[in-house]
Nanobody
């Protein structure tokens, strides 16, 4: 069982930056693929970024490429999402998710259904 707790959300202006953090429980954090998803009001949950458990390969949604960076600190059981050049359309609740890495190919880590564990979410609001 993995528990995930997100933090770092808030209200910012367009062009600002935020860094989200997701702290995970457990002793096998390094064996999990970690992902960030978001859900805006009235919209479906969408993939944002993910980092593979082995080798640290990263995957991004086209809408955030070049602006967002996902990283992980395995000794700290934490995954981060650095968000730069924020836009009003980035406004959403951001969720951290964990997936047992050895059973999921890299090609699947952008699919929300592979993730077994989810955090409670943190609100990011970007004003224009």
């Amino acid at each position: 069982q993995v528990q995930l707790v997100e933090s770092g959300g808030g209200l910012v202006q367009a062009g600002d930056s935020l860094r989200l953090s997701c702290a995970a429980s457990g002793r096998t954090f390094g064996s999990y693929n970690m992902g960030w998803f978001r859900q805006a009001p009235g919209k479906e949950r969408e993939f944002v970024a993910a980092i593979f458990w082995s080798g640290g390969k990263t995957v991004y949604a086209d809408s955030v490429k070049g602006r967002f960076t996902i990283s992980r600190d395995n000794p700290k059981n934490t995954v981060y999402l650095q968000m730069n050049s924020l836009r009003p359309e980035d406004t959403a609740v951001y969720y951290c998710a964990a997936d047992w890495g050895p059973t999921t190919p890299l090609s699947k880590i952008d699919e929300f259904h592979v993730y077994e564990y989810w955090g409670q979410g943190t609100q990011v609001t970007v004003s224009s």
